[in-house]
């Protein structure tokens, strides 16, 4: 027998799997089939004429015409008869506890705003104030070290953002400025900038403190502080790390691959920062501080930009 292109074929029969009406009702009709005496229970094989001698003696056989009909026998006891199956909807699960590691909404970042000067009585905290911070110098003024020690010992969630690092996500193509300055580093710088931006206003959005790091020059705009101001908001709080020149060179001495420079750009990079003095930011002369001393005075610093924001 062929079965059309598509249609399913049937399914084997299998004695002993499942249960359904067919195999158990004694009346059922199966079209097309003869089957034989042992079938069905309770019916009485065709034997010719002579053979029938009235009512067989098994119970459930077929009645006579025009007898009443014979009511079918109670289910035993535990069976339940074949009838209408229940609708029991699918997809039906119990309440279950709200998940923790699900989509979680987060504020959207906006322009960070002066942090609000604590009461006057009060002494402001820069340790426990969400802010963000950007510290300014040249080359081994140890701007990424005391950023990193700053973030790492806060009272409260502080994140790190160095410039140089996120303009050094750029693999193949990059544009290192120490090879010139050109449209494709300062376009690499400019991008750099602003995602570092956006990252610390997202941060600060959702109560994570920023410090960034910059070489950021008093008279040269492309890389000056508008560019911070814009991207972060006028809340971002400048601070000059600007030790003496023989310190500078002797960090920059100990850096290696393209974090270093040659003497003489560091000498001329240091004395475009001294541009810094009489700007009115708050400068941190680091020149005899290590690092944790330096993340301390910082934080004093920022005590008193804190209640008195520097104009900038």
């Given at each position: 027998m062929q079965h059309a292109v598509g249609s399913p074929l049937p399914p084997p029969h299998q004695s002993g799997h499942g249960w359904t009406p067919a195999a158990h009702d004694p009346g059922a009709h199966h079209p097309g089939g003869h089957p034989g005496p042992a079938s069905h229970q309770g019916q009485v094989p065709h034997q010719g004429p002579a053979a029938h001698q009235g009512p067989a003696p098994h119970q459930g056989s077929?009645?006579?015409?025009?007898?009443?009909?014979?009511?079918?026998?109670?289910?035993?006891?535990?069976?339940?008869?074949?009838?209408?199956?229940?609708?029991?909807?699918?997809?039906?699960?119990?309440?279950?506890?709200?998940?923790t590691t699900g989509h979680v909404p987060l504020p959207p970042g906006g322009p960070v705003g002066m942090p609000s000067a604590p009461p006057a009585a009060a002494v402001p905290d820069a340790s426990t104030t969400t802010i963000a911070v950007l510290l300014i110098g040249p080359a081994g003024a140890g701007k990424t070290s005391v950023a990193k020690y700053w973030a790492d010992h806060?009272?409260?969630?502080?994140?790190?953002?160095?410039?140089?690092?996120?303009?050094?996500?750029?693999?193949?193509?990059?544009?290192?400025?120490?090879?010139?300055?050109?449209?494709?580093?300062?376009?690499?710088?400019?991008?750099?900038?602003?995602t570092c931006g956006f990252a610390a206003r997202n941060f600060l959005a959702n109560g994570i403190s920023c410090i960034l790091d910059d070489a950021v020059f008093p008279d040269r705009p492309v890389v000056g502080l508008g560019g911070w101001k814009r991207h972060v908001g006028p809340g971002l709080l400048p601070v000059v790390l600007l030790p003496g020149l023989e310190i500078v060179l002797e960090r920059n001495a100990?850096?290696?691959?393209?974090?270093?420079?040659?003497?003489?750009?560091?000498?001329?990079?240091h004395g475009r920062m001294a541009g810094w003095y009489?700007?009115?930011?708050?400068?941190?002369?680091?020149?005899?501080?290590d690092v944790p001393q330096t993340a301390r005075v910082l934080d004093d610093v920022l005590?008193?930009?804190?209640?008195?924001?520097?104009s900038w």
């Open positions: 077929a009645p006579h015409q025009g007898s009443a009909p014979v009511p079918p026998p109670p289910p035993a006891p535990g069976f339940a008869p074949p009838g209408p199956v229940p609708h029991t909807p699918h997809h039906v699960q119990a309440p279950q506890a709200p998940e806060r009272r409260v969630p502080t994140a790190h953002i160095s410039l140089d690092d996120v303009r050094e996500w750029v693999r193949s193509g990059f544009a290192d400025p120490q090879s010139g300055w050109n449209d494709n580093s300062e376009a690499q710088y400019r991008l750099a900038r602003r100990e850096r290696a691959g393209n974090r270093r420079l040659t003497d003489e750009e560091v000498a001329r990079i009489g700007s009115g930011l708050p400068i941190i002369d680091n020149s005899q501080l005590a008193r930009s804190i209640a008195s924001p520097p």
